[in-house]
């Protein structure tokens, strides 16, 4: 009974204290469920707005994305296009280069063979000026031994004497 006792007044404590504070509770709970409530919505709010900015961004990169692709064909192509430039540019200087050294050989050809037929022509001619003198030389003491024995209208004449 005791116990029954005091569950009663525990009741009716409660009974109490519920009838004098229900206005004040519910005053405090109103407040924080407009709190709650208005911060709900400015959540809402802020997390339509962050989508928003996040699409937007969102785009952005995809825009940024497909224009580096873009960026990066080109820059494919163009390097292409210059390596095929320098390709040829190459080869022609290759060329020029190879023409240029075949014109230097043939010159210095053409000069040695020059230098050679001169050198030829020189040993050819001091060797047939040699011979000529040398047969001068053998003609001369002939010729000089005809004259010296040269026979004359009358007779016989020595020029050596």
Do not use: C, P
């Not at 469920?33 to 919505?41: A, D, F, L, V, W």
């Not at 937007?56 to 224009?67: A, D, T």
């Not at 580096?68 to 820059?75: M, N, S």
């Not at 080869?91 to 053409?110: A, G, H, M, P, T």
């Amino acid at each position: 009974m005791e116990l029954l006792l005091k569950g009663i007044n525990l009741f009716v404590l409660m009974a109490v204290i519920y009838f004098l504070s229900r206005k004040k509770l519910h005053t405090y709970f109103q407040t924080q469920r407009e709190k709650i409530e208005s911060n709900m919505k400015s959540a809402e709010a802020d997390l339509a707005k962050v989508k928003d900015e996040y699409d937007s961004i969102r785009e952005k990169v995809n825009q940024l994305n497909s224009h580096i692709g873009t960026l990066r064909e080109d820059a494919g192509r163009d390097l292409d296009r210059e390596a095929k430039k320098i390709k040829r540019e190459t080869e022609i200087f290759i060329e020029k280069l190879r023409r240029d050294s075949e014109l230097k050989v043939n010159q210095s050809y053409n000069q040695a063979k020059r230098d050679i037929e001169s050198e030829l022509l020189e040993i050819a001619m001091a060797k047939a000026k040699m011979k000529i003198e040398d047969r001068m030389d053998k003609k001369g003491d002939q010729w000089i031994a005809q004259v010296l024995q040269a026979e004359t209208v009358e007779g016989t004449k020595n020029y050596a004497s």
